[in-house]
């Protein structure tokens, strides 16, 4: 679930501020992920790299405290575990995955519209320069699960940080660099 | 019968004994009812087990009652509570709503409790040999995963409970439990389904109550949202469809064809007696028919009304044999029955033969026919006999007129001899030949129903909405015992899964696991928290806080540790006792699968008679056995009646005049064919049916004609009229919408032209005679 909603803040956020613009055509850059969990004080905090590209699909890589890779193009998606050992993924057998899919897809294409049927958007300035984006989601499975998504961008269409809020009170906050080459505006 | 018997005497004779048999049935009358509508319940026992049967009609059931409606909109809030409007209005008109939606809420919290029971037989190995080491990877990717399901629980860390949850099986793919509907996001709309079901009888009442409930949802929905739609499909909606259709068609062919005959009747007799007569023949007929087959089977099928009553028809030929020769023969009124009595005895012996047969058949309905037909043979002859003598005494006052005249010279012209009664029968069956070689049968139920184009379209839209297709048939899980029931049921779905992994399977054990699965789930979670440090030092090896390792395992020891059971998932989720098989010895489970496409009987029954204790019902391919087993019976049946018949016109005529006299009706059999293999018809029951009434209609030709002698009037217009009546009654149906009734008619209309154009063969060429 969260691949769609990091998708969807990370190449929609522009469109819903800035109109129509088209989505980027790749978008590459480096992450810290600190994820809260209920009962839990101590975060856990990972870093990675992820990218999207419309031949290769996208890419999610933990890289510490351990290896983990998550990739998904077009209906496949497969996985590499922590121990080393991989598995693949079938959209069609795993209903969560494709409604996932389906977001990621539909966020992807840039189509602010249909981005809005999943979510109310709210959009102010950002107080050092940029957007702040609110995304909550619109009753169904995703409010279900997420209370509300914030992302602050710097240019439409370049998150710098994006938080999820569960509705578990489970918190994940993921802070953006992006890569060089990639995604500068 | 005797003429020393008074006017008074035959009346009574005649109204005492059509009494007796009305009171006989009136006592044996069962309280249900009069009239039995359920079809099904005239096919032959299916030899099943009691679990087979039970399955059968509990399949049937829920099939059969089901009506879905689907709203959609292009605003999430609007659609929804045209939805709820929907829904309303529904269980308003007395559908019951589905609950299922609320059930599977219900069924997160017991999977809950007992969420360390539940692991697949993959996961449990899985944990079952890394340990510690393997819960620890699955927590790390369960963090790191950009697809993971967001904690739910709060206690499912390694995101277990949630694949087991994610692998339930969803009978609408893309569509997701949503309080009291299904509902899902595609093509740009918002689109809630709404399931109930009718509460009463699908193929009766319910079947308009379906339909009220949808016209009032539609209401509904067009009342709070004008923008959305409203789809709805269902048995007794096509069940409702196929009445109205049956009811308009019934009125006006029915109009068309007494009109029709009382015209061609007043025509020709000029007189109302004709009317009075062959009408109070005809009830009294169908009357007796009746009350003869409550006698015997305590009711009478509906289906049995309908065809009983088109082969007493064959009776009306009784009545213008006697017309005809009172009218135009050249007898006075008194010695009318003298002349037509070997004519109207050697018809009823022939026909009651034939007839008598079908009760060998061994199948409920052909029983009923048989017991109806004869029935009512007898009370045609016996009024004809007792009655016609003494109400029509003077002697009749209507000229003879062209009309009357025709059918002789038609006759007497066929009689000459000539060539031409050689070479056109050979022609019309040496054109039929290349018809017989396109014959084709079939005893597909669903051939002869007439689905409307429009419902079927939005039938098909639903499913494609839905991504369900309906499955062909049904899986059972027969055992002494639940248990091993669903180990077969999972061995079955292991066996699907691997084999055609784009099955979705849908069975008691996808919500219930058996308790040697949950044992072996319990077990290995056993085993990943028996070593406290060692699960620490897994965490703590991949990074994890040893705080999530001890939160782990405090949860676990919190847990409870008790296996899942039936009692809880029934309660929970009382829809799931559908998969249960009441009334069945030990344990049966019905189960099936669905696809995105039609998915193929032959396949499941493969994966069915690969795994130990199951079995594949294919509901349909069952009745198209059973019909085609009553096709072919009733055929054979008719043909041993016929060479019986065979044998009581040589004796009664010699063989070389029963020859002559068999050969018109089996020409006209044969033309009947070969035209319905030309026109792409399928031979069915309903078919068999016609033949019967045409090869009985044919024999009744040319006994009247024998025994009448080509010279003589009134037979060549009895038999005129008959053939004529018959092909306004029957022949009317070929314009049938319905297949079933369409193919009848065509039969008939085929038949009867070809039995009257070939009647007079059944005579000597002239001067012959």
């Known amino acids: 679930m969260r691949l769609a909603l990091c998708s969807l803040a990370l190449t929609c956020a522009g469109a819903a501020a800035a109109g129509p613009a088209a989505p980027p055509a790749n978008f590459a850059a480096d992450f810290v992920q600190t994820r809260t969990l209920p009962g839990f004080s101590t975060p856990l905090v990972s870093h990675g790299d992820m990218g999207y590209d419309a031949n290769h699909g996208f890419h999610w890589e933990i890289n510490s405290p351990y290896h983990y890779v998550f990739e998904m193009n077009g209906k496949q998606a497969h996985e590499e575990l922590p121990d080393g050992s991989k598995r693949d993924l079938d959209p069609d057998q795993t209903p969560w995955l494709a409604a996932v899919e389906h977001i990621f897809i539909s966020a992807l294409s840039g189509n602010r519209a249909e981005l809005q049927r999943y979510f109310s958007l709210a959009s102010r300035p950002a107080s050092g320069g940029g957007n702040e984006l609110t995304l909550t989601p619109k009753p169904g499975a995703i409010a279900n699960a997420i209370s509300r998504i914030e992302v602050t961008e710097s240019a439409p269409g370049r998150p710098q940080h994006l938080e999820i809020f569960e509705t578990s009170g489970g918190h994940m906050d993921i802070r953006f660099i992006p890569a060089e080459g990639h995604g500068k505006p | ?769």
């Open chain 2, 1 to 769: 019968m005797s003429r020393r018997l008074s006017s008074p005497a035959r009346w009574s004779l005649w109204l005492v004994s059509l009494a007796l048999l009305c009171a006989t049935a009136g006592a044996r009358l069962q309280l249900r009812g009069i009239v039995d509508t359920d079809i099904l319940s005239m096919l032959p026992p299916q030899e099943d087990s009691v679990a087979v049967a039970a399955a059968t009609t509990q399949s049937r059931q829920a099939f059969v009652n089901e009506v879905l409606l689907l709203v959609d909109g292009d605003d999430e809030t609007a659609a929804r509570q045209a939805a709820i409007a929907a829904a309303d209005a529904v269980v308003a008109a007395g559908l019951k709503p589905d609950d299922s939606g609320r059930s599977i809420d219900r069924l997160l919290a017991v999977y809950q409790k007992h969420r360390y029971a539940l692991l697949d037989d993959a996961a449990a190995a899985r944990l079952a040999q890394g340990g510690a080491a393997a819960l620890a990877t699955d927590v790390a990717t369960s963090l790191a995963s950009p697809a993971g399901m967001v904690d739910a629980f709060g206690s499912d860390p390694g995101g277990h409970l949630s694949r087991f949850l994610s692998d339930l099986p969803r009978p609408y793919p893309g569509f997701l439990p949503d309080g009291p509907f299904f509902s899902a996001q595609k093509d740009g709309k918002y689109w809630f389904l709404i399931r109930s079901q009718v509460s009463a009888a699908a193929f009766a009442e319910g079947a308009g109550q379906a339909a009220h409930a949808v016209v009032a949802a539609r209401a509904a929905v067009a009342k709070a949202c004008p923008r959305c739609d409203l789809e709805a499909t269902g048995a007794p909606l096509f069940a409702d469809a196929a009445r109205h259709a049956a009811q308009t068609e019934s009125i006006w062919l029915s109009l068309a064809s007494t009109l029709l005959i009382m015209v061609l009747i007043a025509y020709i007799f000029r007189s109302f007696a004709p009317h009075v007569l062959a009408g109070a023949q005809l009830l009294a007929s169908v009357l007796a028919a009746t009350a003869a087959v409550i006698v015997v089977f305590g009711s009478i099928q509906v289906i049995t009304l309908v065809f009983g009553t088109t082969l007493i028809g064959i009776a009306i030929d009784y009545a213008f044999l006697y017309f005809a020769e009172y009218w135009f023969g050249d007898r006075a009124p008194s010695e009318v029955m003298r002349a037509v009595r070997p004519g109207l005895y050697m018809g009823l012996a022939t026909g009651v033969v034939a007839f008598a047969f079908l009760l060998l058949a061994g199948f409920p309905a052909l029983t009923q026919f048989a017991v109806f037909s004869v029935a009512g043979l007898i009370e045609a002859a016996l009024m004809v006999v007792l009655i016609f003598p003494v109400s029509l005494r003077k002697f009749p006052q209507v000229p003879v007129h062209p009309a009357v005249l025709w059918p002789q010279r038609f006759i007497q012209t066929a009689c000459r001899g000539s060539r031409w009664r050689l070479i056109l029968p050979a022609a019309a069956l040496l054109l039929c030949i290349p018809g017989w070689l396109m014959l084709r049968t079939s005893d597909d139920v669903r051939g002869l129903q007439n689905l409307p184009p429009q419902m079927l379209a939005t039938d098909g839209h639903i499913r494609e909405t839905l991504g369900q297709v309906p499955p062909p048939g049904f899986f059972l899980s027969e055992a002494r015992g639940l248990q091993q029931a669903l180990r077969q049921e999972e061995a079955l779905f292991g066996r699907i899964a691997a084999g055609a992994p784009g099955f979705a399977t849908l069975g008691l054990s996808r919500f219930l696991p058996s308790d040697a699965r949950q044992q072996r789930s319990l077990a290995a979670w056993q085993g990943v928290f028996a070593d406290p440090r060692a699960l620490r030092a897994a965490f703590i090896h991949l990074g994890l806080p040893k705080e999530l390792a001890d939160h782990s395992l405090a949860e676990w020891q919190a847990a409870d540790h008790s296996l899942l059971t039936a009692g809880e998932v029934s309660a929970a989720a009382p829809d799931l006792d559908t998969f249960r098989v009441a009334g069945a010895a030990g344990a049966t489970l019905l189960s099936t699968v669905t696809g995105r496409s039609d998915v193929e009987s032959s396949a499941l029954a493969a994966y069915a008679a690969a795994t130990p204790g199951m079995s594949f019902v294919d509901p349909l391919g069952r009745i198209a056995a059973t019909f085609q087993r009553l096709r072919v019976r009733a055929t054979w049946l008719v043909i041993l009646g016929y060479l019986l018949i065979s044998a009581l016109l040589v004796w009664r005529y010699g063989r070389r005049e029963a020859l002559r006299m068999l050969y018109p009706p089996l020409l006209a059999l044969g033309v009947t064919l070969g035209m319905l293999g030309w026109l792409g018809e399928p031979v069915n029951i309903f078919v068999v049916v016609a033949l019967i009434l045409i090869l009985g209609l044919g024999r009744d030709y040319a006994v009247f004609l024998r025994e009448g002698g080509a010279a003589r009037r009134s037979p060549a217009l009895a038999v005129s009229l008959s053939a004529l009546t018959m092909l306004f009654s029957f022949g009317l149906l070929a314009v049938s919408s319905i297949p079933a009734l369409h193919v009848f008619g065509i039969a008939t209309l085929v038949g009867i032209l070809a039995s009257y154009l070939s009647a007079p063969l059944s005579l000597p060429p002239s001067g012959r005679a």
